[in-house]
């Protein structure tokens, strides 16, 4: 493989970490009736998935070995990203609180570990079903993908059980109305959870589109195993 040929991968994979990282930082303002939005979605719910289509296409076109190099670069990028961008975000001015030096090192371990995790189990559940029918291998590995991600991330990001690897967010282990607005309680990071997977798999369905339109310009994979 040439530098060019991991061009065009590398690079759209490290601006989707990239402004996943930055997106992240900025709640999604508005209600849905009484549910208040910012309080279980951020802007970075919408871009991150994105890199699930970036890895498929890779899959696709060279194969898992080729996707899983890409990856990696996503997992550096992610794992910096998550180091650098907050403290730089909030010397500009684009964000109202500056986050503890261990709360990042937790952040960037969870970001990274999920990341990695679930981007690895896209490749290997893409490669699996990719000789079924079109659609299968982007849609099933991108949901799987997307699941470990979630609960990944969130759970070493903010559960109280993951306290050993970093402080945590007393805001996000306080008990509140699930989503918002349901009867029952729980720690408000469950919330943000559920919100970020929703978005997640609504976005998998729709990424169907441009894999499709992507794929059908390469008549044959350039690698098929």
Aim: glycine share 6%; with cysteine.
């Amino acid at each position: 493989m040439t530098f060019r040929t991991y061009l065009p991968f590398v690079v759209a994979m490290a601006l989707v970490v990239v402004a996943s990282n930055i997106l992240v930082q900025f709640p999604v303002q508005g209600s849905l009736g009484s549910l208040s939005l910012a309080d279980i979605l951020t802007w970075g719910a919408f871009t991150y998935p994105v890199a699930f289509l970036v890895t498929d296409l890779a899959n696709r076109r060279h194969g898992p070995s080729f996707a899983r190099r890409v990856v990696f670069v996503g997992f550096v990028a992610a794992v910096t990203c998550s180091i650098l961008v907050p403290p730089l975000l909030y010397r500009l001015g684009l964000i109202e609180f500056d986050t503890a030096a261990g709360r990042l090192v937790r952040i960037a371990i969870a970001s990274g570990t999920a990341f990695l995790t679930a981007q690895l189990l896209d490749v290997t559940v893409f490669n699996w079903l990719r000789r079924q029918s079109w659609w299968r291998a982007p849609i099933f590995g991108t949901l799987a993908g997307s699941v470990v991600d979630t609960m990944v991330f969130f759970s070493i990001a903010f559960a109280a059980a993951f306290a050993f690897v970093g402080p945590s967010d007393a805001f996000a282990l306080e008990t509140a109305p699930l989503l918002g607005v349901l009867p029952a309680e729980a720690a408000r990071w469950i919330s943000w959870a559920l919100g970020d997977l929703t978005v997640k798999l609504i976005i998998a369905v729709f990424a169907l589109i441009p894999y499709r339109l992507i794929a059908a310009r390469w008549s044959q994979p350039a690698v098929l195993a």
